[in-house]
């Protein structure tokens, strides 16, 4: 980035919706988790190699083992409790967070134990930094539909304890979304908000199919403007699209930036919101992608503030809820 993010970038008021907890470790955090548990000559270089990747399938691997050095609920409260701190500092006010359940599946980890954990971080990060929190249950989709369904159990099972939403994630290629269609209606009836990563290695077929799934978000998104027809229909519905714009670069999902769809999404009416997908990872923060977005495709403050609101507007809260956050918002606008 070719300067410092302007106070105007800093001050707005945000939420994120499209945000891996596993993503959002930061080397440093993992050194911590490492000398927790008595590693305590485990040193930074060793650690940021696992960050190292070039394209997506690179990316999904190096995410499997950097999730491979959570172990114990109190890993899971560390990590969550440090990600809160972290949104304190980018004036995020409220975070809707993926966790990967079906990594801990299958890793055959007590997940009863594990949100535990990460509910004390969630609590903590709460009265701490005053950060609202609610939390995403995410499937790994070329692991098929019946793991998906232990991952709604598991869902289902802590509905009333944030867990606001199901969504599907990892090898659109391999998990095409037709295979989830009993597990996404399994989920809506028991109240859970849907959302699904579309369009980020497959191509508009892969959105529609998750349309077809009734998510209600779509994650990057990044393939519909090869679809005219899917274009007017996400811009007639309003549906959000969740679009992280330094992810897609960095799993050379888009190949260059100057080639990104976010402005001409905006400019066709899409609702977009900015998100930082998996930030550790992708060494950003929101702040930066805000000013991605500004610097390189002439988004004026007016246009991020309504990124900004889209943010809140686009969220799984209770519509009360929704319209505090909204109000808090707009009353910041008007004072800035
Ligand atoms: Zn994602």
């Not at 009863?112 to 499937?139: K, T, V």
Request: aromatic fraction near 8%.
């Amino acid at each position: 980035m070719s300067s410092e993010p302007s106070p105007f970038l800093h001050s707005l008021l945000k939420a994120e919706l499209h945000l891996h907890l596993e993503g959002s470790i930061e080397p440093a955090t993992l050194l911590e988790l490492r000398h927790r548990r008595g590693e305590e000559t485990a040193t930074l270089a060793e650690v940021e190699p696992l960050y190292q990747f070039t394209d997506f399938a690179g990316f999904l691997l190096a995410f499997k083992d950097i999730t491979a050095h959570l172990l114990t609920p109190d890993d899971y409260e560390l990590i969550t409790y440090r990600l809160m701190e972290r949104l304190k500092s980018q004036n995020v006010l409220h975070a809707e967070v993926t966790v990967s359940a079906g990594v801990c599946l299958w890793r055959k980890q007590d997940f009863a134990a594990i949100f535990e954990g990460l509910e004390r971080g969630r609590q903590r990060g709460e009265r701490d930094f005053g950060i609202s929190l609610l939390w995403i249950f995410d499937a790994i989709r070329q692991f098929g539909a019946e793991k998906a369904q232990r991952v709604l159990d598991l869902a289902i099972q802590f509905r009333d304890r944030n867990v606001v939403a199901f969504g599907i994630g990892g090898d659109e290629i391999k998990g095409p979304p037709e295979l989830f269609a009993a597990v996404f209606a399994r989920a809506a009836d028991h109240g859970l908000h849907l959302t699904a990563h579309a369009g980020e290695t497959a191509g508009p077929e892969s959105i529609w199919g998750a349309l077809n799934l009734k998510a209600e978000r779509i994650g990057h998104g990044l393939t519909a403007e090869q679809d005219p027809e899917l274009m007017d229909e996400l811009a007639r519905r309003q549906i959000p699209i969740e679009i992280c714009v330094t992810s897609n670069l960095r799993t050379a999902c888009c190949s260059q930036l100057a080639v990104h769809p976010v402005r001409r999404y905006f400019d066709q009416g899409l609702m977009l919101t900015l998100n930082t997908d998996d930030p550790a990872m992708f060494r950003t923060s929101i702040v930066e992608e805000y000013q991605l977005v500004q610097e390189h495709f002439s988004f004026s403050n007016d246009h991020l503030r309504e990124l900004a609101r889209n943010s809140f507007e686009a969220s799984f809260l209770p519509t009360e809820k929704k319209v505090e956050f909204l109000n808090i918002f707009d009353g910041a606008t008007v004072r800035g």
